[in-house]
């Protein structure tokens, strides 16, 4: 007797049945819209991404000042100073930093300076006050100094015209003290995406509620809120959605006017409670992807209007995996970032790490260094559904389609859940 398989399948999904990650990110990237900057005040615009060029209109330094605190000279004055023989010269006055009323330096006298302080007429050099001695009216020089010694000089730092920050680049702090010393006050970014997540299932109840039989807590919403808000985008919750289709269709259509990307979790696979295929069909197109990946299998690509829809599986593991190999690199492209990938480093692996055929697994390992290698070892049991594999991983453990094991000791491409 033929043994029973199922529907007459060998497989639950064949190899022909899988579409490579690699096509699914791509498909996801493609359909995803141009972003359009907009003006922002400098103070909003850290880690955005720059829309257009910015060049300086003025130098700075804006004026010849010191770089010391000391004493403004003229440094024809102390030819002749000597540690044994110093130049003495009388204090004609005192310049601090952002004062206006500047004495003139003259022959034979020195005026008393700070960092930052506009260097006087008259002067051309500045000598710290840490290689002088005496005090009060007169001061004693104990070396030459050469002219323009710690004087900063206009335009040293910035020149007008003299470009700032190019368009493309994200904006870092550095950055931002660049453009406000040029007098930079607002500038073009593209916006942080606004990503509405909802969570779909009839089980699913609030954190702060106790789960009745057959019900469990929500934890893909506000884990996925916040990987959204990790990533620099704005999330939005539309909250716990029943398996319903005009439960589903009105969490679209209300959060429709401020989503430039839908996450949806749960309702992606092939039970008969998983509607958002053809909720989100009906509402605009959809397609249900099987991506050769473990976790993470079932997705959903579609669109609502204009707006990119990306459908997770319900599994909390898969939904993050997911969200790391798909949904991240959607929103760097929607912010505008040309790196949509986190970094990778390679490892060597701590134990045999295992994956199905024909799949790419993502395996949840923490990372170690020794001697001159990374070494990777499991967070654990891999369940799709192990919430505490990936509360403890620094990475993702890449094994590719083509391999099922790579043995202890083997190289590892470790995807990086750190920045």
């Not at 130049?87 to 005192?94: K, N, R």
């Not at 020195?110 to 007169?138: N, Q």
């Not at 669109?303 to 929103?331: D, K, Q, T, Y």
């Not at 990374?374 to 890449?398: C, F, K, M, P, Y």
Request: proline share 9%; glycine share 10%.
């Amino acid at each position: 007797m033929k043994p029973f398989v199922g529907q007459g399948r060998e497989e639950v999904t064949t190899a022909e049945e899988l579409t490579p990650v690699d096509d699914h990110l791509a498909a996801i990237l493609d359909m995803l819209p141009v972003p359009d900057p907009i003006e922002l005040r400098l103070s909003d615009a850290l880690g955005l991404v720059l829309g257009a060029e910015v060049t300086s209109h003025v130098s700075v330094p804006a004026f010849p000042n010191s770089a010391m605190d000391g004493y403004a000279v003229i440094a024809s004055d102390l030819v002749d100073a000597h540690e044994v023989g110093p130049v003495h010269l009388a204090v004609a006055g005192e310049v601090l930093a952002g004062g206006s009323q500047l004495p003139t330096v003259t022959s034979g006298h020195c005026v008393r300076i700070m960092t930052g302080a506009a260097l006087p007429p008259g002067a051309d050099a500045v000598v710290p006050v840490e290689t002088t001695s005496g005090r009060g009216g007169r001061i004693a020089f104990h070396r030459p100094v050469q002219q323009g010694m710690h004087v900063r000089t206009p335009g040293e730092d910035l020149m007008p015209g003299q470009p700032l920050v190019a368009a493309g680049r994200r904006l870092a702090p550095a950055d931002i003290a660049l453009l406000a010393v040029a007098g930079v006050a607002r500038v073009t970014c593209v916006p942080p995406p606004r990503v509405v997540i909802l969570s779909t299932g009839d089980e699913l109840v609030p954190p702060d509620h106790e789960p009745g039989p057959g019900h469990i807590r929500d934890s893909n919403g506000p884990m996925l809120s916040a990987m959204v808000r990790a990533t620099g985008a704005i999330p939005f919750s539309a909250g716990i959605v029943r398996d319903d289709r005009k439960a589903l269709m009105y969490a679209f259509d209300t959060n429709r006017g401020h989503a430039d990307l839908f996450v949806c979790t749960g309702g992606a696979s092939a039970g008969t409670r998983d509607l958002l295929p053809d909720v989100i069909g009906a509402l605009g197109e959809a397609t249900s992807v099987r991506v050769a990946m473990k976790p993470g299998m079932p997705q959903i690509l579609g669109r609502i209007g204009e707006c990119p829809v990306i459908g997770l599986p319900g599994n909390p593991v898969s939904a993050f995996v997911s969200f790391e190999v798909f949904v991240r690199p959607a929103i760097r492209k929607l912010q505008g970032r040309r790196d949509v990938q986190r970094p990778s480093v390679l490892a060597r692996a701590g134990e045999t790490l295992s994956a199905p055929p024909h799949k790419r697994g993502y395996l949840r390992v923490r990372l170690a260094r020794q001697d001159a290698n990374w070494v990777a070892t499991l967070t654990g049991h891999q369940g799709s559904h192990v919430i505490s594999s990936i509360a403890g991983a620094d990475g993702l453990a890449v094994v590719p389609e083509d391999v099922t094991e790579i043995p202890a000791g083997g190289e590892v491409r470790v995807h990086l859940l750190v920045e």
